[in-house]
Nanobody, 121 residues
Framework: VQLQASGGGLVQAGGSLRLSCAAS????????MGWFRQAPGKEREFVSA????????YYADSVKGRFTISRDNAKNMVYLQLNSLKPEDTAVYYC???????????????WGQGTQVTVSS
């Protein structure tokens, strides 16, 4: 599976962005999809994940109620809607594909290249 993340940008605090992740391969619908982020000088952290069917989702406490993950298996796409953005959300956001709905980055075998999100105060 090859992944390509897009949709990042510069936004003011309180604003919104929608990240997209395009996946190649006919087996996309078999994978759990996750979003992670890494801020400068910090370790990569879990943001959200969605089951292969879309029926189960999982969020980090820091983004719960503000971010929404979704997927369209017909289009091989996964999305992350970012609302009520805060300066501390500034990071490079990565999409990833794995087999288990988990926050553990090591469980994801495939990673996209990342897209920068910058939130100004």
């Amino acid at each position: 599976v090859q992944l390509q993340a897009s949709g990042g940008g510069l936004v003011q605090a309180g604003g919104s962005l929608r990240l997209s992740c395009a996946a190649s391969g006919r087996t996309f619908s078999m994978y759990v999809m996750g979003w992670f982020r890494q801020a400068p000088g910090k370790e990569r952290e879990f943001v959200s994940a969605i089951s292969w069917s879309g029926g189960s989702t999982y969020y980090a406490d820091s983004v719960k109620g503000r971010f929404t993950i979704s997927r369209d298996n017909a289009k091989n796409m996964v999305y992350l809607q970012l609302n009520s953005l805060k300066p501390e959300d500034t990071a490079v956001y990565y999409c990833a594909a794995g087999r288990v709905l988990t926050a553990v980055s090591g469980s994801y075998a495939y990673w996209g290249q990342g897209t920068q999100v910058t939130v100004s105060s």
